[in-house]
């Protein structure tokens, strides 16, 4: 972090922003709710408390906002409609206080410093957070498609003024049981609300679901292992300065990676369990596919059985309908008469 001190490099080094599920589903509902060009953003408050190295983001809210494409400097901002709708959720719960502002960015404005003073109003150190909520080409693609931002006071080795500017902090995405539950349950409504004919269908779309939330998380894995490589191979080469802070975690991260090639034993285990989940898959599908085949037979069977009932003359109908009346199963009168026209064809030879 060039040009701070080293009081703001230890104390924004120790900062860790938890966003809860609540307040990203609310941002993209705020998102999907207004009609957006390509540079244009939605903004709104965030609730919650900050402990120190801690801030909670529990809960947001929208508010009106309005800013000029060609001018960035000039914007709207309602802070009256703020402290009413603080007002009203401080009804609710005391303890969720505004800590700051989100918008969707995806990028830094020139206006987002004006922004932060303004929000000094509600809390001394507010806190800026960019939710990147396109779908595809974003953050979220191989990570967190969250960023959060302080603004600091800038030091300038000439001895000039100081100038305001935002430093990037750590952020974290972090659930309480009854979110995970409550997400859950939003994903499986979110599934089942497509046209499905059958429960098989419905399963095979949670397998394509997992599949793909774990190559979206190789991918966040990949791109990670990629940017240690690429800071290593800059410390090395004397382009970037050595953080120890980063080379303890990075020496963290290794000595927690399982040794397969010295303890045979966990390797052996590894490879027992990692081929019991490949079983249980191969197993999955193979029921998924009889179920799958059963529900077709069944439903062709079910065709046939249609086909045929539509194929019946009015006069059979209602001789069916009258043999049901009489107690008298449909197969007894299909069978008599059968009978009587074999009979009749007898008589016709004599």
Not at 135 to 148: E, F, K, L, N, S
Request: charged share 25%; glycine share 4%; net charge negative.
């Amino acid at each position: 972090m060039p040009g701070l001190t080293t009081a703001q490099v230890t104390e924004l080094s120790a900062v860790n922003v938890v966003i809860h599920p609540l307040v990203l589903l609310s941002v993209v509902d705020h998102a999907a709710r207004v009609p957006l060009s390509k540079n244009k953003r939605v903004l709104g408050v965030l609730l919650g408390q900050d402990n120190g190295n801690t801030i909670n983001v529990a809960n947001s809210f929208a508010i009106p906002f309005e800013e000029d494409d060609k001018d960035p400097k000039t914007f709207f901002l309602d802070l009256d409609y703020v402290e009413e709708m603080w007002r009203m959720f401080r009804k609710v719960n005391a303890k969720e206080r505004p800590i700051g502002f989100y918008h969707t960015g995806p990028r830094l404005r020139s206006s987002d410093l004006e922004i932060t003073q303004l929000f000094k109003r509600f809390c001394s150190r507010p806190v800026m957070v960019i939710v990147d909520t396109r779908a595809t080409g974003g953050r979220g693609d191989t990570g967190i498609p969250t960023d959060a931002y302080f603004a600091v006071e800038e030091i300038k080795d000439d001895g000039t003024a100081t100038q305001r500017t935002f430093t990037h902090v750590s952020t974290s995405i972090e659930a309480e049981e009854a979110e995970e539950i409550g997400v859950e349950h939003l994903l499986r409504d979110i599934s089942s609300s497509s046209s499905a004919p059958s429960s098989s269908l419905l399963t095979t779309q949670s397998l394509s679901t997992k599949v793909t939330s774990q190559l979206q998380s190789l991918k966040g894995l990949n791109s990670r292992l990629i940017d240690i490589k690429d800071y290593l191979t800059a410390v090395k080469n004397r382009k970037l300065p050595v953080n120890h802070q980063v080379i303890y975690q990075l020496q963290e991260i290794i000595g927690l990676l399982p040794q397969l090639s010295d303890d045979q034993q966990l390797g052996k285990a590894f490879k027992i369990g990692q081929n019991d989940s490949n079983l249980v898959v191969y197993l999955s599908a193979m029921i998924r596919t009889v179920l799958a085949l059963h529900d077709l037979i069944e439903n062709r069977i079910e065709n046939a059985q249609q086909e045929l009932e539509d194929s019946k003359s009015p006069q059979d109908r209602a001789n069916e309908a009258a043999a049901q009346a009489a107690g008298v199963k449909a197969e007894d009168v299909a069978r008599a008469k059968k009978e009587a026209e074999e009979e009749k064809e007898k008589e016709k030879k004599k």
